[in-house]
């Protein structure tokens, strides 16, 4: 069974930094491409970044180009988001996501960016 458990949420200030994680288990996750999608209230999910399965492309959404940083570690099963000069409006519950055999979500985790 795919499980993804995203950690490392909360609230920070406008201008801070926050670090997600993403572990993976149930699948082999160095053979998958692997996402973060976020959600703010009213509106529709929005892919943030990808990775390939080996960690040498990344692509990320015009909104968080340059403060975004998706990285993995293929040996922890585990995919992380290092978040730098948050805005408000990065304010969304983000979630880890990965195709094995179908499109598979963690539970997600929230930030909230508000002085």
């Known amino acids: 069974q795919v499980q993804l458990v995203e950690s490392g949420g909360g609230l920070v200030q406008p201008g801070g930094s926050l670090r997600l994680s993403c572990a993976a288990s149930g699948f082999t996750f160095s053979r998958y491409a692997m996402s973060w999608y976020r959600q703010a209230p009213g509106k529709e999910r929005e892919l943030v970044a990808a990775?390939?399965?080996?960690?040498?492309?990344?692509n990320y959404s015009n909104s968080v180009k340059g403060r975004f940083t998706i990285s993995r570690d293929n040996a922890k099963n585990t995919l992380s988001l290092q978040m730098n000069s948050l805005k408000p409006e990065d304010t969304a519950v983000y979630t880890c996501?990965?195709?094995?055999?179908?499109?598979?979500w963690g539970q997600g985790t929230q930030v909230t960016v508000s002085s």
């Open positions: 996501s990965g195709f094995v055999g179908r499109r598979w």
């Open positions: 990775i390939t399965s080996d960690g040498s492309s990344t």
